[in-house]
């Protein structure tokens, strides 16, 4: 985490990660729900100006 702390992409990243982790193990939610979520993440992804991270959201998008 100190490596986040100084490092505002790994911090990006990080966020990123821990809410992808979130939307998979969120048991309760329906399927569109988790749908929303992920294209919300996805967008997110894209919008972050991280080139490895959007590359990842589009291949995510295709899934849905």
Not at 35 to 63: T, V
Request: hydrophobic residues 45%.
């Amino acid at each position: 985490m100190l490596i986040a702390a100084n490092n505002p992409v790994a911090y990006k990243i990080l966020d990123l990660r821990t809410a992808l982790c979130q939307l998979w193990e969120d048991a309760t939610a329906t399927n569109e729900d988790l749908i929303k979520r992920l294209k919300n993440w996805c967008h997110s992804a894209q919008q972050s100006g991280i080139p490895e991270l959007s590359e990842f959201s589009l291949r995510l998008r295709r899934l849905v």
